[in-house]
């Protein structure tokens, strides 16, 4: 995309009969390039911003508690203090709420994702592929707190409840399942995230099925393959890559959320392993404690977005660093 | 196919090829496996579109009796009470997404002629890369990074209407840029040269040929920007804090906005209130679809003009 022909102009010696021997005219390229660089540079200055800020802001509970020590201890249990760390912080609840409801989210979703995408490229007619892919990105467009209020107040009492009573009369015996239902808890909350980044998964999938090389699928056509051999000895496993991209950052978005599982998860300290009991993600705690928290527990709410920050930025750095490498542009309902 | 190529018990011709005519074994569940996976994968579409129906019928049916004038002009009175709307909220997010869109475009089209124009290089790779990472970011981290950054650390400006709008741009800057970038590479080489050989100068030629030619595609990339933008919530919990007052301060004075309305609504147990929360959402997905698709409508025409 370079276009160097202007600026070495090849008539440099009659310059002084052109428009470029105003001074204005010389000094605006540089100045212009100038400008925009230094908007470019503005995201890095940002991120940078973002790291060092809210890093040296957590620093005393990380200092108090130790850096493992936070991340496992299971007491939270936050001081009022105003310049002073004399709370307990033990991340460990919030940390297993955050993994719980993003592993039941990419249990759903992950199988639904792919089974959507090979449809939406293999097997959809010609003239339906595309209102239904638009239709599946839409989903990406619904603001995180509409699907919390319809959660919570339609698909959780008229859906999830009866099946949940159900799943406990018949699996209760399974810790898994142990009741009671209270409703809100790491599985609904779970469920409404594999809605959520469904259309992200599918986009990211249907873009790496999409562009896997024709006279592959052509061959194994000609050797007698059905349709679903084809897509499943030869479309999937050349895929692969794509698929562990699209799961991290699906991963990265189910980390994250916030409005929606905190509306969904209960809101409690504890943890425990029922898939029934209710508890918190890391950022579901931040958004529910931090209006009425001290200045000592607004430090401790910083430290677990900093612990936060950094599972995420991981997850999408590795997703990123696989999608770059597939050469893939991620469409708009990715972003 | 037809049943009669079954009968011949002939195995094999005395080449040792097997005739086409005789049907290898396992051929009639490969078969059924093939019309199994058919039908499954059919139904996974089908599922994937349930929700997507159920949240548009449900938030059109209970918020569709409360959205009406007095929802849009009127203050909410306390949650048990009924009547009242969001004007705080609508004010508030109109407020905040005003300065968002002021801060986060430019940059975010600034960026996209940088990485586009000037590139590639080292810089630019690596604000690509970043950007692409800062879209996944979570939404929440921003709202404590722009309340370390402005509300109590060196800014100390307190929570009000600009901190909300930062939170809100640094959420958004990622997603113009990325787009912004994806038109600005549409845009033909030859337009850029016939501006060159006219004598345009480089800035010259990207303000008033390439941006021009761009156009449609950076307002849907921007449009799709502010569609995200109007609805997140966590960030403004942290920096505009939320207001049930119509706030008019720029700084220094808790704001308001729908988002942050419709969750407090929602999440407390009175009817009236939650009734309130329905149409709040009605309003709100309603503002975002119109967004949506009208952003993909003009970026189609655009599409539709340039090839």
């Known amino acids: 995309m370079s276009t160097e022909a202007p600026e070495t102009p090849p008539a440099r010696e009659d310059a002084r009969r052109g428009t470029l021997t105003s001074s204005r005219g010389r000094l605006a390229d540089p100045i212009f390039k100038w400008v925009v660089t230094a908007c470019g540079a503005l995201v890095l200055v940002i991120l940078a911003l973002m790291v060092l800020r809210t890093v040296s802001e957590a620093w005393p509970v990380f200092v108090k508690e130790g850096f493992f020590g936070f991340l496992v201890g299971d007491t939270w249990d936050a001081g009022g203090s105003r310049d002073e760390i004399t709370g307990t912080y033990g991340a460990w609840p919030f940390i297993y709420g955050t993994l719980v409801t993003a592993v039941i989210a990419l249990a759903i979703a992950l199988p639904l994702a792919i089974m959507v995408a090979v449809y939406l490229t293999h097997m959809a007619p010609r003239r339906l592929a595309k209102p239904l892919s638009y239709t599946v990105e839409l989903l990406a467009a619904v603001p995180s707190v509409i699907f919390g209020l319809w959660g919570l107040h339609w698909f959780l009492p008229n859906v999830l409840r009866p099946f949940f009573e159900f799943l406990e009369a018949t699996l209760g015996w399974f810790f898994l399942f142990e009741g009671p239902v209270r409703g809100v808890g790491y599985l609904p909350a779970g469920i409404v995230l594999a809605i959520m980044i469904l259309p992200i998964m599918t986009a990211i999938i249907r873009e790496v099925v ?117 050469g893939q542009h991620t469409g708009d309902a990715a972003v | 196919m037809s049943t009669t190529t079954t009968t011949p018990p002939t195995p094999s011709a005395p080449s040792g090829h097997t005739p086409l005519s005789v049907r290898s074994r396992g051929a009639g569940t490969r078969r059924i496996k093939d019309r199994v996976s058919t039908v499954v994968l059919t139904a996974a579409m089908v599922i994937a579109m349930i929700p997507l129906v159920l949240i548009i019928f449900e938030v059109t049916r209970r918020g569709i009796g409360v959205v009406d004038l007095d929802f849009i002009t009127q203050r909410e009175p306390p949650p048990r009470r009924e009547g009242g709307g969001y004007v705080a909220g609508f004010v508030g997010t109109l407020y905040i997404m005003a300065l968002a869109v002021l801060m986060s475009i430019p940059f975010g089209i600034a960026t996209a002629v940088y990485i586009v124009e000037y590139g590639p290089n080292r810089l630019t790779a690596v604000i690509r890369f970043f950007t692409d990472v800062m879209t996944g970011i979570p939404s929440i981290f921003v709202g404590l990074f722009v309340y370390g950054l402005l509300v109590v650390g060196w800014g100390g400006l307190g929570f009000g209407t600009f901190v909300g709008a930062v939170a809100i741009a640094v959420m958004m800057l990622p997603i113009v840029t990325r787009s912004a970038e994806e038109m600005l590479r549409l845009v033909p080489q030859e337009i850029r040269n ?51 007052l119509i706030v008019t301060a720029f700084q220094g004075s808790a704001q308001g906005a729908v988002p942050l309305q419709l969750y407090r609504g929602a999440s407390q147990p009175f009817e009236a209130g939650i009734d309130r929360a329905w149409g709040a959402a009605l309003c709100l997905f309603a503002l975002v679809l119109l967004f949506t698709v009208v952003a993909r409508w003009i970026g189609s025409r655009g599409a539709s003009r340039t090839s």
Request: proline residues 4%; aromatic residues 6%.
């Open chain 1, 210 to 326: 999409a562009v896997q090389p024709l006279e592959q699928q052509m061959a194994a056509y000609a050797l007698g393959s059905t349709r679903w051999e084809v897509v499943s000895k030869v479309v999937l496993p050349s895929s692969f890559s794509g698929i562990v991209a699209a799961t991290m950052l699906g991963l990265g978005r189910a980390l994250g959320e916030t409005i929606a599982v905190l509306m969904l998860i209960g809101g409690s300290q504890s943890w425990g392993a029922s898939l029934f009991g209710t508890g918190s993600s890391m950022a579901s705690h931040i958004a529910a404690t931090f209006g009425e928290a001290s200045p000592e527990g607004r430090t401790g709410l910083m430290a677990i977005g900093v612990a936060l920050f950094l599972v995420t930025m991981i997850v999408n750095i590795l997703a990123r660093v696989i999608v770059w490498r597939l």
């Open chain 2, 194 to 244: 016939a501006s060159y050989g006219l004598g345009a100068r480089k800035w010259q030629t990207i303000v008033h040929t390439v941006l021009p030619a761009a156009g449609p595609g950076l307002a849907t990339g921007s449009m799709l920007a502010v569609a995200r933008g109007i609805g997140e919530t966590a960030p403004l919990m942290l920096t505009a804090f939320g207001s049930g």
